[in-house]
């Protein structure tokens, strides 16, 4: 259901992290979908991209020519099954990691999350919409957090 892929730029973020991230990431994640989407299943791809990429995305799809954290595309073709892409930006999560003074998987957790969220049919068009979304995001990242022990402390790059 759910598929990771790292790109080369962003692999250099990734690295230090070891495939921790993908063992801690994959159920979690399920876990959200199921119980956010019971009848809807499909597959979603999580892609960690680099500041160039998710830059070009960001331009070509909305128009904002400046890098962002997150995207998510729906590109299911029938309501009952979900065919999707989330693109990570793993410069920018680790950039505010950094900023927030935690770690780098928390930040990629929170993206993460919050892309599915918004493939589940969550927005913040409104103040009340965002309200929820914010909520709901923290639900999710608190359940990430009871999920996945505590890394060892990531080296600085």
Known sequence: MLTFVVEPEAGEVIRPLGGRWRRCFGPSLRHLWRMEQRDRDGRIGIILVGADRIRALNRDFRGEDRPTDVLSFDLSDRPEEIEGEIYVGVRAAAARARRLGYPVTE???????????????????????????AAATRRW???????CPPAPPEKES
Do not use: F, Q
């Not at 993206?111 to 589940?120: P, S, V």
């Not at 990242?141 to 999920?147: E, G, I, K, Y």
């Open 107 to 133: 930040e990629l957790a929170r993206l993460m999350i919050h892309g599915l969220l918004h493939l589940a049919g969550h927005d913040h068009h409104s103040p009340g919409d965002g309200r929820r979304m």
């Open 141 to 147: 990242l608190d359940v990430w957090r009871a999920s």
